[in-house]
């Protein structure tokens, strides 16, 4: 057979996938239109990239069942779950501060689509300094009496990665239950061997999707971008930063790192606690849940009120959006919003816009050096409508912004590790804390402007003298952001 008459035989059978593919996607995977009509284009006019990219990114795993909380951890939750409900529905339920009344819908919405329940006893610290927080979470590890729980997106194999594992390998020598759940692709480039020290001293690992091959993971989606970690049930850490020296600004790209984490003690850290426990399983198929240790009895740490809410592609809902709508819906006087990744869909971009056009104070701040060119040109594209709204747009050049926070009218704010883009909408498991209180919307307030010191604000003028090179690769890569 010729050569030309292999080609248009090879032609054909990627044109006939391809068409299998448009039907699988228009017909059974349900997605939102722009995706759908994003995937279409991409298997029409490139099929073999289309394919490519679908076969690495297309895949839909909402509401798959064994993610699911399973009946046993309803039939505990239930109760509490049914209690506060009653209360919110009755107005019974006394809050620590009168402003946090004002948000009981969106309380509600989260307790009833992530079994989120509210606890008014917690203490918060707020880190955005790496050194700071990894000096301190290092100390709390070292004085772990019972278990030591993490799970995180990034672990690198560097000073900072190796001494969180030497201090797990000691603890776990002596007698300190560690369980250490990382993802497959975030932590691609570990081996066994970086581990060997701590699974020698008794410790645990898993890995959340793990590669088919080592360095070879063909599951690009569906990451678990959380970052936790839990220490004897007492403190928790939740936010932004990863494990690794870039995180603490040891790095010859970025230089500085600025992110946001959370230390809390109280009743929230039980949420984070079965949030670790229910992904430990899935990795595992390992059941804790029974285990009391884990949920120990313990006095009150303060009176901030925080909702630990985690989303993924798991759930019938996108409930960190769906947060992230309701924070900004109520915001009265200003919003401010720092995210390294500005790929909203339009359900944010417009509550943006209405805000802005409504006189509220709505700034929002990202990277000025990007990590990644696909990601950062996307981001660009949306802050042209975001000007002419009245949303005042910054870009932080000292280092990389890594921070992902929301904070509103200085009281009710969302820390964790969402971006504002549809993939931490849809496709990554994520968690962030729901905090309403002042000290902690002030302390992040305060934050935000200082950090403007550090920015370039971008204006309209500016933004309109783009050239047309930078004005087609934001296009482009605008096109692209329902699957980027």
């Known amino acids: 057979m010729a050569t030309s008459d292999l080609l248009w035989k090879l032609g054909d059978i990627i044109f006939l996938i391809n068409l299998i593919l448009v039907l699988v996607v228009v017909v059974f995977e349900r997605r939102n239109p722009t995706a759908t009509l994003t995937w279409i284009l991409l298997l029409v006019f490139i099929p073999v990239l289309g394919f490519l990219f679908y ?61 989120s329940l509210l606890t008014q006893d917690n203490q918060v610290e707020v880190f955005d300094h790496g050194p700071e927080l990894f000096e301190r979470m290092l100390a709390s590890m070292k004085q772990a009496r019972s278990y030591i729980h993490m799970e995180y997106f990034i672990i690198r194999n560097d000073s900072l990665g ?11 020598r002596q007698g300190v239950e560690v369980k250490l759940l990382y993802d497959g692709m ?17 410790g645990q690992t898993a890995v959340f999707f793990p590669p088919f091959l080592p360095h070879i993971n063909l599951r690009i989606n569906f990451r678990n971008h959380r970052k936790i970690c839990i220490i004897d049930g007492e403190e928790a850490y939740v936010g932004g930063f ?6 603490r600004g040891i790095s010859s790209r970025f230089e500085y790192w600025r992110d946001t984490h959370l230390s ?32 120990p009895e313990r006095q009150a740490q303060g009176n901030s009120a925080v909702q630990i809410v985690s989303s993924g592609p798991d759930l019938t809902y996108p409930v960190i959006k769906y947060g992230f709508l309701g924070l900004i819906s109520q915001a009265r006087r200003n919003i401010y919003i720092q995210t390294p990744y500005l790929v909203p869909d339009d359900s944010i971009l417009e509550a943006l816009k209405i ?14 050096k990007a990590d990644h060119f696909y990601v950062h040109w996307a981001s660009l594209s949306y802050l042209g409508e975001l000007l002419e709204a009245g949303v005042r747009c910054y870009m932080y050049k ?50 935000f402007v200082r950090d403007l010191d ?22 482009f890569f605008r096109l692209l952001s329902p699957i980027l």
């Open 264 to 295: 809390i003690k109280g009743g929230a850290v039980d949420a984070l606690q079965l949030r670790f426990l229910l992904d430990w399983r899935f990795a595992t198929r390992d059941p804790l849940l029974g285990k009391d240790k884990y949920f």
């Open 162 to 172: 190796r001494q969180i594992m030497e201090t797990l390998a000691e603890k776990a």
């Open 186 to 202: 975030g932590c691609i480039r570990l081996t066994r061997r970086f581990f060997r020290e701590l699974h020698q001293a008794g």
């Open 398 to 447: 000292r280092g990389f912004l890594h921070s992902k926070v929301v904070v509103t009218d200085g009281f009710a704010s969302s820390v964790g590790t969402a971006n504002l883009d549809i993939r931490s909408f849809n496709l990554n498991f994520e968690v962030n804390a729901f905090v309403y209180d002042q000290q902690i919307g002030s302390r992040l307030e305060e934050q």
């Open 355 to 368: 805000a802005a056009l409504s006189g509220v104070d709505v700034r929002v701040m990202i990277p000025y």
């Open 55 to 115: 076969v690495f990114l297309g895949q839909n795993l909402r509401r798959e069942k064994r993610f699911h909380l399973k009946e046993e951890e309803e039939r505990k939750l239930r109760p509490l779950l049914a209690r506060q409900d009653a209360s919110l529905h009755e107005n019974r339920l006394v809050f620590n501060d009168v402003r946090t009344r004002k948000y009981q819908e969106l309380i509600h919405l989260h307790l009833k689509s992530s079994h």
């Open 242 to 247: 990863n494990i690794g020296d870039e995180y």
């Open 454 to 475: 550090d920015c370039i604000e971008v204006t309209q003028e500016a933004y309109r003298g783009r050239s047309f090179f930078v004005r087609f690769k934001e296009g």
